[in-house]
């Protein structure tokens, strides 16, 4: 039988094609999936089995599909898989978070940081392979811009770390775009991979435990904006000027921050959401007073939070975070000029489980002689 007959390649060519080329159905969504069991001749709610199957009931194997015909299951395990992606290392922290080097399909590696708290858990998801955004202080920039991942790599994310730590499906996650790449250029796969996440049939988070965290690229902001179900905004500030930002990040040329602001003031913020501006602290270049006052300034009468981040350092990158007491004086002038302004301590320190360190150490032993590393 053709295997894709019936398929509406036009809405969906892009991930058939992926299908094909892998046979993976993970990263499918519920019109994908219908079309998708069309194209074996059975009916549509084949596949909504299939995608409550994948999401909801976490199957792994077509076996566990006792829910479809046996014919089915059997085309399906012949040619088909539900593959999340391989853990290839997971280190432990003293602190409980657990950073995870994932192998994706092509032998690329991600990572993907797993922080329980006392009642949630956080995970910290990649976007891209590598970055091509260049940010000076950010490990993830030195291995450069690879490729973008795909809904499916995304969402195997969560269900890998899920399935590692045996999270049962009520348990409460917030999921964070801060790990490897910038999701904003990838948008279209991102904003995918978040609707299969939120939905109460597919993974299940709740929609405003989802964060995506930009560099700032303003058009896509705006497109965002424009999205009925949308995750929640964080804008990586990290400076107090035009010129230190385009110091610290390359791509404030392109989108300088009086207009990334301009955009900010627009955003169409929901009753019960404000926008988050990280800063990573960086000794002597964004951390003085003078640098808290003008952060004051820019985000004056924002509906805003800031979240302080202590910068996670490494041999790689000559950047340090300012002593602790300085991370408080500049907490404590956004506070004095009514900016909610939080310190986010740096988890998973004693694995360097900052954004791109894990993978750069991959990079580094696998160029090693194997008895060296
Ligand atoms: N590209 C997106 C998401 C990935 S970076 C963005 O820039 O927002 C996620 C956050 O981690 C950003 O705020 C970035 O400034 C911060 N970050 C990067 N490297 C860091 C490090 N070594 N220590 C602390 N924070 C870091």
């Known amino acids: 039988m053709p295997l894709y007959r019936g398929v509406n390649m036009e809405r969906n ?32 709610y084949r596949g909504r089995q299939l995608y409550h199957g994948i999401y909801a009931r976490r199957v792994r194997d077509f076996g566990g599909f006792t829910d479809l015909n046996r014919e089915f299951r059997e085309s399906l395990s012949s040619l088909h898989q539900i593959t999340y992606p391989e853990v290839q290392r997971e280190f ?8 995870y080097l ?9 990572e993907t940081v797993s922080m329980p708290e006392e009642n949630r858990t956080t995970l910290c998801l990649s976007s891209q392979v590598g970055c091509a955004l260049d940010c000076r202080f950010c490990f993830t920039a030195l291995l450069g811009g690879k490729r973008n991942l795909t809904a499916g790599e995304m969402i195997g994310q969560v269900l890998a770390v899920a399935a590692a730590e045996s999270l049962a499906r009520t348990a409460r996650l917030n999921l964070v ?18 609707k299969i996440l939120a939905d109460s049939k597919g993974v299940g988070v709740a929609l405003r435990r989802i964060t995506v965290s930009t560099v700032g690229i303003t058009p896509r902001i705006e497109e965002l904006a424009r999205e009925p179900r949308r995750p929640k905004l964080a804008l990586s500030l990290n400076a107090s000027s035009e010129e230190q930002r385009s110091a610290l990040m390359p791509i404030n040329k392109k989108y300088p921050l009086a207009e990334l602001l301009r955009v900010c003031r627009a955003y169409p913020l929901r009753p019960w959401e404000r926008l988050t501006f990280e800063y990573v602290l960086l000794e002597g270049c964004n951390d003085s007073d003078a640098d808290a006052r003008r952060v004051a300034d820019l985000l004056r009468g924002l509906r805003a939070k800031v979240n302080l981040i ?33 310190i ?29 590393s």
């Open 13 to 44: 060519g892009h991930e058939m094609d992926s299908v094909k080329q892998s046979g993976n159905l993970l990263g499918l969504n519920l019109a994908e999936l219908e079309d998708f069991a069309v194209s074996y001749g059975q009916p549509r």
């Open 344 to 372: 986010r301590l740096s988890r998973g320190q004693d694995i360097r489980a900052a954004c791109g360190q894990l993978s750069l150490e991959g990079l580094r032993q696998s160029a090693l002689p194997a008895s060296a």
């Open 92 to 99: 432990r922290s003293h602190d409980g978070s657990v950073r």
């Open 310 to 342: 202590p910068y996670n350092s490494g041999p790689e990158l000559p950047y340090r975070s300012p002593p602790f007491e300085r991370v408080l004086a500049f907490q404590q002038i956004l506070t004095d000029h009514r900016i909610p302004a939080f």
């Open 177 to 194: 775009f801060m790990g490897m790449g910038e999701p904003l250029l990838n948008l279209p796969q991102v904003l995918k991979a978040v």
């Open 102 to 110: 994932f192998r994706v399909g092509d032998g690329n590696s991600i």
